[in-house]
Structure formats: structure tokens, C-alpha cells
């Protein structure tokens, strides 16, 4: 694997080609790798100038901290807690002769219907059918709050792609790309604008110094109170 130099800091990469690209982009993943997207015949000779000329904004993604890892606390059984939009949901699970897992939710209550099954299999349907509702919610409030922030930010991606991401909240791609964690829909509103806001920013400021934290500021003058949040709640949010 090559290695690009910074400082003191080695960062393997890995190189793709892509023929439908048009223009190199490199790519920092969730879980730190960085992957460098080259259209068909990009000449060889060009890689290192590239990496070189973005070698700040590598640097930046590859040591940027990471949120806590997911630690599967929860049992998926009824009594449990979790959290929606930052209000506290208790966790109702019935079962059904039915096939198809069902949520629904009826004020703090989050019911889940699931086929009859022996409890381990239960809880891991539980759980799935819980990560598809979560994601599902996600999808729909999350690209409003991108559409809006975009607007006072003044500028929006080229692209919003909602995932799961094992220790990130989003990530913005050079390509403009901003990839946000579907578990963030856990987070009370005004955290999930933070992280919103942060991706969006890194729009026009693709690191993390002053300047780019001054343009946090400027939409979101209490963010750091909202970030605060993220760090003594964010492991809450892994299940
Ligand atoms: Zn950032």
C-alpha cells in the first residue's frame, strides 16, 4: 500500500479507478482509510502533487476525533429506553403470529411488533426493526435540516447520502459528498443542526482551524454547548 508522509504522520492509502469520474477526488472513510478516486489514464506521475496539495485536509479527516464507539448496552426488550429527537421513548414489545415486524409510536411509547420468536432471535429482530424505523426518520428529518442549513450556510451538497457510520456523526467528501449517521435522529434538534451545520461548513472550509469554527459560530452561536452534548451523550446513540 503507498504511504503519504505529513510531518511525523504516515497515512496509507489505497488507489481506485473510476471510470465514470471526471476529476480525482480522495475520500477519508469512517474508519480513517483514506481511498483515492482517479478517473481512467489520471497519470501516475500526478498522484503525489495531489495528495500534496491536499495534505492539510487529509490530515485534518484522518486525526479529526472520533465520537465513542457503539456499545450494544440494550437487551431490545419492553421497559428500555431510547432516545428520539432527545425525547426519552419506552421500548413496548409484543408479539404477533404476523410476519412483518412492525413500529409504531403512540406518544413516549415506541411499540414494536415482532414475529414469535425465541428471545435471542427476538431481541436481534427487535433491534433490526427498530434500526429501520430509526433510519426511516432519519431520512425524512434529516434532509430538511441539510435544505435549510444549506440556505444560511449558502451552500448546500452535491449529494447527502444517510448511513450508518461506526464512529462518525457525518463527513463531508471533497467531492462534496456530506454523509450523515442515521443514529444523530436520536439527538434532541438542536444537536442534529450542530452536525449538520459542521458538514455544511466544511463545504467552504475543509478543516478544522479557527476560520472554520468562526463560520460555526456565525450560524450557530451556542454550538459548542451542542457539540458538549454529543460527547457525554454520543455513546448513548450506539446500540
Ligand atoms: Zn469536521
Same mark, same amino acid.
Given at each position: 500500500?503507498?504511504?503519504?508522509?505529513?510531518?511525523?504522520?504516515?497515512?496509507?492509502?489505497?488507489?481506485?479507478?473510476?471510470?465514470?469520474?471526471?476529476?480525482?477526488?480522495?475520500?477519508?472513510?469512517a474508519d480513517r482509510?483514506?481511498?483515492?478516486?482517479?478517473?481512467? *489514464?489520471?497519470?501516475?506521475?500526478?498522484?503525489?502533487? @495531489? @495528495?500534496?496539495?491536499?495534505?492539510? $485536509?487529509?490530515?485534518? *479527516?484522518?486525526?479529526?476525533?472520533l465520537p465513542p464507539t457503539p456499545? +450494544? +448496552?440494550? !437487551?431490545?426488550? =419492553?421497559?428500555?429506553?431510547?432516545?428520539?429527537? /432527545? *425525547?426519552?421513548?419506552?421500548?413496548?414489545? %409484543?408479539?404477533? %403470529?404476523?410476519?412483518?415486524?412492525?413500529?409504531?409510536?403512540?406518544?413516549?411509547?415506541?411499540?414494536?411488533?415482532?414475529?414469535?420468536?425465541?428471545?435471542?432471535?427476538? =431481541?436481534?429482530?427487535?433491534?433490526?426493526?427498530?434500526?429501520? $424505523?430509526?433510519?426511516?426518520?432519519?431520512?425524512?428529518?434529516?434532509?430538511? !435540516?441539510?435544505?435549510?442549513?444549506?440556505?444560511?450556510?449558502?451552500?448546500?451538497?452535491?449529494? &447527502?447520502?444517510? %448511513?450508518?457510520y461506526k464512529s462518525r456523526?457525518?463527513?463531508?467528501?471533497?467531492? /462534496?459528498?456530506?454523509?450523515?449517521n442515521? !443514529?444523530?435522529?436520536?439527538?434532541?434538534?438542536?444537536?442534529?443542526?450542530?452536525?449538520?451545520?459542521?458538514?455544511?461548513?466544511?463545504?467552504?472550509?475543509? *478543516?478544522?482551524?479557527?476560520?472554520? $469554527?468562526?463560520?460555526?459560530?456565525?450560524?450557530?452561536?451556542?454550538?459548542?454547548? !451542542?457539540?458538549?452534548? &454529543?460527547?457525554?451523550?454520543?455513546?448513548?446513540?450506539?446500540?
Amino acid at each position: 500500500m503507498p504511504v503519504l508522509t505529513l510531518g511525523t504522520t504516515t497515512i496509507p492509502y489505497t488507489i481506485e479507478e473510476r471510470p465514470r469520474r471526471q476529476h480525482p477526488a480522495i475520500q477519508v472513510d469512517a474508519d480513517r482509510k483514506v481511498t483515492v478516486l482517479l478517473p481512467l *489514464h489520471f497519470p501516475e506521475d500526478q498522484i503525489e502533487p @495531489l @495528495l500534496a496539495r491536499k495534505a492539510r $485536509w487529509i490530515l485534518n *479527516h484522518v486525526t479529526a476525533p472520533l465520537p465513542p464507539t457503539p456499545m +450494544s +448496552s440494550k !437487551r431490545f426488550v =419492553s421497559g428500555e429506553g431510547f432516545l428520539f429527537r /432527545g *425525547h426519552l421513548l419506552r421500548l413496548k414489545v %409484543s408479539t404477533t %403470529s404476523a410476519a412483518q415486524p412492525e413500529v409504531t409510536q403512540q406518544g413516549r411509547t415506541l411499540r414494536v411488533t415482532v414475529p414469535t420468536l425465541p428471545a435471542p432471535q427476538q =431481541s436481534i429482530a427487535v433491534r433490526d426493526v427498530l434500526t429501520q $424505523w430509526f433510519y426511516q426518520q432519519a431520512a425524512e428529518v434529516l434532509p430538511q !435540516r441539510v435544505n435549510h442549513y444549506a440556505g444560511v450556510v449558502g451552500i448546500g451538497p452535491e449529494r &447527502l447520502k444517510i %448511513s450508518e457510520y461506526k464512529s462518525r456523526w457525518g463527513f463531508c467528501r471533497e467531492d /462534496g459528498l456530506i454523509a450523515l449517521n442515521w !443514529r444523530i435522529i436520536q439527538a434532541p434538534l438542536p444537536v442534529i443542526d450542530y452536525v449538520v451545520v459542521h458538514e455544511l461548513t466544511h463545504r467552504r472550509y475543509p *478543516h478544522h482551524r479557527q476560520t472554520f $469554527w468562526q463560520a460555526v459560530e456565525a450560524v450557530l452561536p451556542d454550538y459548542e454547548v !451542542r457539540k458538549q452534548w &454529543l460527547k457525554d451523550h454520543g455513546a448513548e446513540l450506539g446500540w
